[in-house]
């Protein structure tokens, strides 16, 4: 369920083995359009598959959008962006640490989607705190 955007993004690669589906080669990542379509396996899969898409769409994403990319991270992927991000995006997504944070987003899913987004370990959050 990638949809088109993300299933020609997995299968075109550049010489580097990075996604370049034809949003990618636009200028838009097909992240944005995954998101907004709530094509939120799809986003999964691609993030973890290469996660540098999301810091390249991060401006064009809306808050909501933000927190759901951020928590369809593996732990370890989400503590590496973070790491990356700057002080204002630090202090936005570690007032978004918990799910309820994408409520509304939630709410409209059925359990086996929202199964998708990660509920990040209490020991994130204190390093989240120490970093931002």
């Known amino acids: 369920m990638g949809g088109p955007e993300l299933t020609r993004a997995v299968k075109t690669r550049t010489p580097r083995g990075r996604s370049l589906g034809s949003e990618a080669a636009s200028g838009r990542e097909p992240i944005v359009e995954s998101l907004s379509r709530g094509d939120y396996s799809g986003v999964k899969a691609a993030l973890a598959a290469d996660p540098a898409p999301l810091r390249r769409a991060w401006p064009a994403l809306e808050p909501l959008q933000r927190s759901a990319a951020f928590k369809l991270l593996g732990p370890a992927e989400a503590l590496a962006f973070y790491r ?48 931002a």
């Open 84 to 131: 990356e991000c700057s002080a204002e995006d630090r202090y936005f997504l570690l007032g978004g640490f918990d799910l309820g944070a994408i409520a509304p987003l939630l709410e409209a899913l059925p359990a086996s989607r929202r199964a998708l987004f990660h509920r990040l370990p209490p020991a994130m959050r204190a390093e989240m705190g120490r970093l």
